[in-house]
């Protein structure tokens, strides 16, 4: 671990927190348009290319962090999820919290019990590990928050986000709404590997209101984690083109996003997701995410898309599920059709959309 402008040290500090509290914390699940898929070969999560996503609107995790002054000096931790204790999470957050004491040294005073819930069914095949992450990285944040009265708004999203991303690496773009830029890419100012940034140039009206519909196709837990995934690019064989095309990806998105155009957005997040899934079936060992609903999903938009010239693209994560974008003006239609001609093909269907109102930075901040 490295000290950086993060590192928090409070030896010296006198206690200003009750020994016993609650916090809670709620943030949102998002969807990669520029996929990171390949992180360097160490614990601490830095992205071996640039990635850029949406935070996604109705789908997001709420998270309560009761926290209790050690009488003991062993760590005690327990969790319940929806209400029920889960003992098979608690090697992922003590991992995480062992992670993070380095720069959040006052956690070892306390004991914690984590009570969480997510907004969308669990096993839905939408990854949890951001919101759930990202939510459980701002309680901390506001635990340090009542240790340093004056700390900043920006510095607590900005190490909200560089905590989160010790926890999953996506789940670091999980901590501000809109588009959100994690890993250093030279066109993107201020953009970096150690914590996520809100897009920061021009984006046409278009991109700001978009619908996106999350078509469970199997809603079994993954089988291939993403932690297993990320290692296979460590030797992959195309590896080196991936991050180089990534990395182009950004730039011509740039340009995208501001003057508008939907159709090189719809044509470049396509290509996006199946390079991503090109990468894991050309992996050793190899794998394979689509089921054969997925790709009867992906033929039935290509063919309405070509009928019907609507805005209508998708993309994937780490697993069988799609995500279709739209405008929101199409929103009517498309959902209509979308209800009669791919419903066959999913077990749930789940009402999404881009999250676009830096409104809500204010409910999440407090
Ligand atoms: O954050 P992780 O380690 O679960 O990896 C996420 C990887 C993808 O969802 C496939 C892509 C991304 O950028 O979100």
Not at 48 to 73: D, F, H, P, W
Not at 80 to 106: A, M, Q
Not at 263 to 268: C, S
Request: proline share 3%; with cysteine.
């Amino acid at each position: 671990m490295k000290k950086n402008c993060f590192f928090y040290n409070y030896k010296n500090k006198k206690y200003s927190i009750t020994p016993n509290g609650v916090i809670t914390s709620k943030s949102h699940s998002n969807i990669a348009l520029i996929k990171y898929w390949g992180k360097h070969n160490n614990k601490i999560q830095i992205p071996l290319n640039s990635s850029i996503s949406y935070s996604l609107g109705k789908v997001y995790t709420v998270t309560r962090l009761i926290y209790q002054e050690k009488k003991k000096s062993n760590l005690s931790i327990r969790v319940f999820f929806s209400g029920k204790e889960k003992t098979s999470f608690i090697p992922k957050i003590l991992e995480f919290f062992h992670r993070i004491s380095f720069y959040c040294s006052y956690i070892r005073d306390f004991n914690f019990i984590i009570e969480t819930y997510n907004t969308f069914p669990h096993s839905s095949g939408i990854a949890s590990s951001a919101s759930s992450m990202s939510a459980l990285a701002l309680c901390i944040m506001k635990i340090e928050k009542k240790l340093v009265y004056s700390l900043k708004e920006d510095f607590f999203l900005k190490k909200a986000s560089f905590l989160a991303r010790l926890g999953s690496g996506s789940a670091c773009r999980s901590i501000y709404p809109g588009l959100v830029v994690w890993g250093c890419h030279k066109a993107i100012k201020g953009s970096n590997n150690l914590y996520a940034i809100p897009y920061p140039y021009e984006v046409h009206s278009i991109f700001t209101k978009i619908e996106d519909t999350i078509l469970i196709v199997d809603d079994e837990p993954k089988k291939i984690l993403s932690s297993k995934g990320h290692k296979l690019m460590n030797n992959h064989p195309y590896a080196k083109d991936r991050f180089k095309c990534a990395n182009q990806n950004m730039n011509r998105l740039i340009s995208i996003l501001k003057i508008g155009d939907f159709q090189e957005f719809g044509e470049l997040i396509e290509h996006e997701a199946l390079t991503l899934h090109a990468m894991i079936m050309t992996s050793r060992p190899y794998f394979l995410w689509m089921k054969p609903n997925t790709l009867n999903v992906i033929h039935t938009v290509w063919d309405f898309r070509k009928q019907s010239n609507k805005n209508i693209y998708f993309t994937l994560d780490a697993g069988a599920n799609i995500h279709l974008l739209y405008p929101i003006q199409e929103k009517t239609s498309i959902l209509k059709w979308i209800y009669s001609d791919l419903f066959s093909y999913c077990k749930k269907i789940i009402e999404s959309f881009c999250l676009y109102n830096y409104l809500c930075l204010l409910f999440w901040w407090t």
